[in-house]
């Protein structure tokens, strides 16, 4: 399938929700090159807790391919489009998928936050990191990246910087 080296670009391919394996594994076996960045996280069932392999970014395989065989990918099962940017297929950077096999090293010190909605007075619980377990209440939110919450103990009041990632609103306690 592949082309002299100089013609293979990274591409995102845009799948079907939760076909991402299948997707992955027929292009490996087609001879691709291809990427599925997976995380191992823990599930928890009302029975039991397992471990189990997301996609880091949900929907989306790379695959390292000239530009002229996409269409080729496109009638795989599971397969909706490719990323496109300017409606041309968007070309992903070699340094990017690195980083996101750097990343994948060590899943316990980032998090993946997708749109977070909180708003001061919401009621959150921090779920991994030091403070786990931790039922606070937003007091403000700095920008996309952290949330500062407030703490009443024996009528003091204790701040505390934690990243969005790591909380989870709940309904007010």
Request: glycine share 4%; net charge positive; hydrophobic share 40%.
């Amino acid at each position: 399938m592949s082309t002299p080296q100089t013609e293979l670009k990274w591409y995102a391919i845009y799948t079907r929700p939760r076909s991402e394996k299948k997707v992955y594994k027929v292009l490996v076996e087609d001879g691709y090159n291809a990427y599925l960045p997976l995380m191992t996280t823990v599930r928890q069932w009302s029975d039991r807790k397992k471990k189990v392999q997301l996609p880091l970014i949900p929907s989306y395989v790379f695959v390292n391919e000239a530009e002229k065989n996409l269409k080729n990918i496109l009638s795989i099962h599971g397969v909706v489009n490719v990323l496109k940017h300017l409606k041309k297929p968007a070309v992903i950077k070699d340094y990017e998928i690195e980083n996101l096999r750097i990343l994948l090293q060590d899943t316990d010190n980032f998090s993946f936050v997708q749109d977070v909605k909180l708003k001061k007075g919401d009621s959150v619980i921090v779920e991994k990191g030091v403070f786990k377990g931790l039922v606070a209440e937003c007091l403000t939110v700095k920008g996309k990246h952290r949330v500062i919450v407030r703490i009443e103990a024996l009528s003091d009041i204790i701040e505390v910087n934690i990243p969005l990632g790591h909380i989870k609103k709940i309904n007010n306690i």
